[in-house]
C-alpha cells in the first residue's frame, strides 16, 4: 500500500530563531493557502498562551521577591 505524506523537512538555526521560525510559516502557509487563517489563529493562541505564562511566572517571582521580607 502506497504512504503518501507532505512533510517539510526542517533544521532550524538556534541562533536565529525568530528569523527561522518565521521562514516555516511561511512556507507553511503558502503550502496550505485555504487554511491559513486556521493556521494564524491556531498560532496566535499558542504564541499568546506561551506569553500569558511567562508573564504569570514573572509576576509569582516579584511577589515572591516582594514578601522575601526585605525592608525599603
Known amino acids: 500500500m502506497a504512504k503518501i ?3 517539510l523537512d526542517i533544521q532550524l538555526d538556534l541562533t536565529r530563531p525568530v528569523e527561522d521560525l518565521t521562514e516555516v510559516i511561511s512556507a507553511v502557509i503558502a503550502s496550505q493557502p485555504a ?3 486556521e493556521i494564524l489563529i491556531g498560532l496566535d493562541m499558542a504564541v499568546g498562551n506561551a506569553l500569558a505564562e511567562i508573564q504569570t511566572q514573572e509576576e509569582y517571582e516579584k511577589v515572591d521577591e ?3 521580607g526585605k525592608v525599603s
Open 5 to 7: 505524506k507532505s512533510t
Open 35 to 37: 487554511r491559513r487563517k
Open 66 to 68: 516582594d514578601s522575601s
